[in-house]
């Protein structure tokens, strides 16, 4: 395996997806500041009259515009793919420079989210007001000495403070494990489709015992089998005209769906649980789409969504607490108020975000990298050497 390897290269447009998924997680929480949308998702069974434009947009794959646990399959995908490419694509790699590299990478960001977060609390205090619907009511009052240090470590799961926390407990868990990722994707190339099965029947197994590593840590094994057949990947997307591709991504969207729209189909308990299997399956179809389709590139390269891309981790972490704090500055009946402030606003605060801490905390990891840079371990390089 050498340095020649051209599948090295960073691809554009999947920063650009990356910034999307991080403004569709952004329309997911504003839309659960309507009571009615926060009911339909949180309890149990259809509650919107079937026919209605807020039944098209829940029912229906209309719902990908603000499925927000979708777009976290889409991250976790990526940062399997992202993390896993630039090991394979190298004859050595120092993970002594790496996992204290990607560790202020992580947490940097993360305190300091945790600090804003605590500071839009104060600044708009909240309450268990019922007319502003279970998912405003569910969110924690008051943050506790506790619940911040679990959000600044992630170690024992987040205190809910900032829910979207709740993703980078498993981020940090995949990135401490990266080289077990490697690993299983690199050995028995062959083994392909047995490996995608095993993956699949895992998640599966999270979804029917609740067990969360079940259903999560495995989506980050499929980014990793990505990188490494990326070669075979791309001859095959190649083949593809703008028929294949049109197919290719509604049927990913409706599979990413599945979630919300199996609900208005059956009211099973179980089918609706396993749901989350083929929504992952549509999730890489749209990662796939991304990465190789010229329609889906030439959107994904513009300025605006590689901008998105740029500030999309610096969105993810802000952008909660401020949804919230106008929520409750404006109270019952305020939804599409919040609707038009929070978007501007959390845009603002996110670009401010990165220029203040985000982009600050790179240049910290380059150089707690290069404190700990070392000649790479053999172990791994030879590892891969004699795939």
Same mark, same amino acid.
């Given at each position: 395996?050498?340095?020649?390897?051209?599948?090295?290269?960073?691809?554009?447009?999947?920063?650009?997806?990356?910034?999307?998924?991080?403004?569709?997680?952004?329309?997911?929480?504003?839309?659960?500041?309507?009571?009615?949308?926060?009911?339909?998702?949180?309890?149990?069974?259809?509650?919107?009259?079937?026919?209605?434009?807020?039944?098209?947009?829940?029912?229906?794959?209309?719902?990908?515009?603000?499925?927000?646990?979708?777009?976290?399959?889409?991250?976790?995908?990526?940062?399997?793919?992202?993390?896993?490419?630039?090991?394979?694509?190298?004859?050595?790699?120092?993970?002594?420079?790496?996992?204290?590299?990607?560790?202020?990478?992580?947490?940097?960001?993360?305190?300091?989210?945790?600090?804003?977060?605590?500071?839009?609390?104060?600044?708009?205090?909240?309450?268990?007001?019922?007319?502003?619907?279970?998912?405003?009511?569910?969110?924690?009052?008051?943050?506790?000495?506790?619940?911040?240090?679990?959000?600044?470590?992630?170690? !024992?799961?987040?205190?809910? =403070?900032?829910?979207? &926390?709740?993703?980078?407990?498993?981020?940090?868990? @995949? *990135? +401490?494990? /990266?080289?077990?990722?490697?690993?299983?994707?690199?050995?028995?190339?062959?083994?392909?489709?047995?490996?995608?099965?095993?993956?699949?029947?895992?998640?599966?197994?999270?979804?029917?015992?609740?067990?969360?590593?079940?259903?999560?840590?495995?989506?980050?094994?499929?980014?990793?089998?990505?990188?490494?057949?990326?070669?075979?990947?791309?001859?095959?997307?190649?083949?593809?005209?703008?028929?294949?591709?049109?197919?290719?991504?509604?049927?990913?969207?409706?599979?990413?769906?599945?979630?919300?729209?199996?609900?208005?189909?059956?009211?099973?308990?179980?089918?609706?649980?396993?749901?989350?299997?083929?929504?992952?399956?549509?999730?890489?179809?749209?990662?796939?789409?991304?990465?190789?389709?010229? !329609?889906?590139?030439?959107? =994904?390269?513009?300025? &605006?969504?590689?901008?998105?891309?740029?500030?999309? @981790? *610096? +969105?993810? /972490?802000?952008?909660?607490?401020?949804?919230?704090?106008?929520?409750?500055?404006?109270?019952?009946?305020?939804?599409?108020?919040?609707?038009?402030?929070?978007?501007?606003?959390?845009?603002?605060?996110?670009?401010?975000?990165?220029?203040?801490?985000?982009?600050?905390?790179?240049?910290?990891?380059?150089?707690?990298?290069?404190?700990?840079?070392?000649?790479?371990?053999?172990?791994?390089?030879?590892?891969?050497?004699?795939?």
């Amino acid at each position: 395996m050498g340095k020649t390897r051209t599948a090295s290269a960073r691809i554009p447009s999947l920063d650009g997806l990356r910034g999307v998924a991080a403004f569709v997680v952004l329309i997911s929480h504003i839309m659960l500041t309507f009571p009615a949308f926060a009911i339909a998702v949180y309890e149990t069974g259809t509650t919107l009259t079937p026919g209605t434009w807020d039944w098209w947009i829940t029912y229906t794959p209309l719902h990908m515009v603000w499925a927000g646990h979708e777009a976290v399959y889409v991250f976790f995908v990526l940062s399997g793919f992202v993390l896993t490419l630039p090991v394979i694509a190298r004859e050595s790699y120092s993970w002594r420079q790496y996992y204290p590299k990607r560790l202020v990478r992580l947490y940097a960001p993360v305190i300091g989210a945790v600090v804003l977060g605590i500071g839009f609390v104060f600044l708009a205090p909240r309450d268990d007001s019922a007319g502003l619907g279970p998912w405003l009511r569910d969110r924690p009052v008051d943050p506790t000495l506790w619940g911040t240090l679990k959000d600044m470590t992630l170690v !024992a799961g987040p205190s809910r =403070l900032i829910s979207p &926390l709740w993703s980078l407990q498993w981020e940090i868990l @995949f *990135s +401490l494990l /990266l080289p077990a990722y490697i690993l299983f994707a690199v050995r028995q190339r062959r083994m392909l489709p047995i490996k995608l099965t095993v993956i699949l029947l895992v998640v599966a197994a999270g979804c029917i015992t609740g067990q969360q590593a079940l259903i999560y840590m495995p989506m980050f094994a499929i980014g990793s089998l990505m990188a490494e057949h990326m070669s075979s990947l791309g001859n095959w997307a190649r083949q593809l005209g703008g028929i294949e591709w049109g197919a290719l991504f509604a049927t990913s969207t409706i599979l990413a769906s599945t979630r919300w729209t199996l609900p208005a189909i059956t009211a099973d308990e179980r089918a609706s649980s396993l749901a989350t299997v083929p929504a992952l399956v549509g999730c890489v179809g749209i990662v796939v789409t991304a990465a190789y389709c010229p !329609a889906a590139k030439n959107i =994904l390269n513009t300025r &605006l969504a590689q901008w998105l891309g740029l500030v999309s @981790f *610096s +969105l993810y /972490l802000t952008h909660e607490p401020i949804v919230i704090a106008l929520a409750f500055f404006f109270g019952p009946g305020g939804s599409w108020l919040v609707a038009l402030t929070a978007i501007p606003t959390s845009l603002a605060v996110g670009w401010l975000f990165f220029l203040a801490v985000e982009r600050p905390s790179h240049r910290l990891a380059q150089r707690v990298g290069k404190a700990f840079s070392k000649k790479a371990e053999p172990e791994l390089t030879a590892t891969l050497a004699r795939r």
